[in-house]
């Protein structure tokens, strides 16, 4: 593309058509319909709680569906957004117009994480009601327990969701990176998952590479373990109480780390892109 | 295929470059995070856990996971399965250390059911000599103390843990100072429940430390509140009264209630 300087304006018109694309998927729909089933049923899953505390319990039980399904949308909504556009060869035709290859890629990139702020966003609000509900009902019991007022800050859980978001934008980042140069869509969504798994794991093969004593060993899993983000940062919201909400500038550290994360991952798929034959 | 090579190391150099950019934005919170999560350290119980922590750490259901562990723990429970039991207990109090519950019922398995498998398996109480069947109390009640320890790294204002602790000095250690000192530290946290205080003094008096028990109970009485029953204020000094008895202290130094 020569010419016609970058536009965030085509850019968001490739994101709000992604999204609309999105939003038509039965992938979605049957992703978001799970998830929304288990945050609801996670208070007949209370008989099975021995532990935590109940709301406690609960608000894993969501946290955990937004993690686990939310992944799997991600990853699979990202690989089959892109292809989609290669094989039916709506890219060719939209990249033979005035639009730059950052704007698609960066567009279908912006148009996932919207898709994601909007599962994070319903999940994070329907687990905030369940708890809320809930609490007021215990609070109905007993009284006693609560003479403080709510126990559950509700801050926290929307801290929550955000962080679950900044985990799928990076995550949705990087599979758009190996959807980048990948042929096809099921090595895309293979490479997708290994990446989150690498992500969540990382820290622990670095350990143990350490411990073993071996100098390659740690050479090499600090080399990997630099090249992609520590998602357990990103899961800073383990309790429910008000006093255990991260300082601001902790906060702003964390969107920072996954925004950043996003934004080079970013970048790196648009390089790989425009080397890309279509 | 030059070019596919050249791209690919481009692409790791600038993932490797982000890293070394972004890591040090979050090495304070993730140091924190890893103190307070046995999870998040190559532990032997992570290490042994396979599945369940992979399962816990990728998808976020800590609290199913280690409930779901804590049920197959009881299953090993029920066939009196040691090792089983006990690694159960440990992945679970791993995977999701928040509750104080799992940390408390797998220390009360080491210390009091463990010994008796043990002694069972090994000829039952009339067959196994009393220094072995010691030994085989001293070091469960070891391995459920060391547990309890590690649990107030994570809950350090629990009360039922030094309680716990306590108890295990007493009932399986037969060591009433160290219960007393655990009795302790028990009233020192928040929230501390009367009866705690009262036990200290219990089992002090039953060691033979009448002196200590008395110059206790004199100490906490002032803070017991009379309006509450649980706090047993006048049967305080109902105990009060009759240690001084006990160890003929002269009237003149008899205690006297301020209120």
Not at chain 1, 167 to 177: G, Y
Not at chain 1, 201 to 221: C, D, I, K, N, P
């Amino acid at each position: 593309m020569k010419g016609a300087p970058f536009s965030f304006l085509r850019l968001g018109l490739v994101a709000q058509n992604t999204l609309r694309e999105a939003v038509r998927q039965r992938l979605l729909h049957l992703f978001l319909g799970l998830a929304l089933a288990l945050v609801l049923g996670a208070r007949s899953l209370r008989d099975f709680n021995f532990g935590a505390p109940e709301l406690k319990f609960i608000a894993d039980c969501g946290f955990g569906a937004m993690t686990l399904f939310g992944s799997a949308l991600t990853i699979a909504a990202t690989a089959q957004l892109f292809f989609s556009e290669i094989e039916n060869r709506t890219a060719l035709t939209l990249l033979a117009k005035p639009v730059w290859r950052a704007e698609f890629l960066l567009g279908k990139l912006v148009g996932v994480a919207l898709l994601t702020a909007l599962f994070c966003a319903l999940l994070t609000g329907l687990l905030a009601a369940v708890l809320w509900v809930r609490e007021g009902e215990l609070m109905a019991l007993d009284p006693e327990g609560f003479r403080g007022g709510r126990a559950v800050s509700y801050a926290m859980v929307a801290l929550g969701g955000w962080l679950q978001w900044l985990r799928l934008v990076v995550l949705a980042a990087f599979t758009l990176l190996v959807a980048s140069f990948a042929r096809t869509q099921v090595f895309a969504v293979v490479c997708g998952f290994g990446v989150l798994v690498i992500c969540h794991l990382q820290h622990l093969a670095q350990e143990a590479y350490t411990r073993a004593g071996s100098a390659v060993g740690v050479a090499l899993g600090g080399l990997f373990g630099g090249m992609f983000p520590n998602f357990q940062v990103l899961s800073l919201a383990d309790s429910l109480a008000a006093a255990d909400l991260p300082a601001p500038g902790t906060m702003v550290r964390l969107t920072a780390y996954g925004l950043g994360w996003a934004l080079a991952a970013g970048l790196l798929a648009v390089l790989s892109f425009r080397r890309r034959e279509i | 295929m030059k070019s596919r090579l050249g791209l690919a190391l481009l692409v790791c150099a600038g993932l490797a470059l982000a890293g070394q950019v972004l890591a040090p934005l979050v090495a304070e919170p993730w140091r924190q995070r890893r103190e307070r999560e046995p999870a998040l350290r190559l532990e032997p119980g992570v290490a042994a856990a396979g599945q369940g922590v992979t399962l816990a750490l990728l998808g976020g259901f800590r609290a199913l996971v280690a409930d779901a562990a804590w049920i197959q723990m009881y299953a090993r429970w029920e066939r009196r399965d040691l090792a089983g039991t006990e690694a159960f207990a440990r992945l679970v109090t791993t995977v999701d250390p928040r509750p104080v519950y799992f940390w408390l019922n797998a220390a009360r398995i080491l210390a009091y059911d463990f010994p008796a498998w043990r002694i069972e398996a090994a000829g039952g109480y009339d067959a196994v000599p009393a220094a072995v069947q010691r030994a085989v109390n001293e070091a469960q009640a070891a391995a459920a103390l060391e547990l309890l320890g590690a649990a107030r790294q994570r809950h350090p204002d629990s009360v039922d843990l030094w309680v716990e602790e306590a108890n295990i000095h007493l009932n399986r250690r037969g060591d009433p100072l160290a219960a007393a000192a655990a009795y302790r530290e028990a009233w020192a946290r928040p929230r501390a429940p009367f009866y705690v205080a009262r036990l200290r003094a219990e089992v002090l008096r039953r060691a033979g430390k009448r002196a200590e028990a008395l110059a206790w109970l004199r100490e906490i009485h002032p803070a017991l509140p009379e309006a509450d029953l649980g706090a047993g204020a006048e049967l305080v000094l109902q105990r009060i009264r009759e240690l001084e008895a006990e160890l003929g202290v002269p009237a003149g130094d008899v205690y006297r209630p301020d209120r």
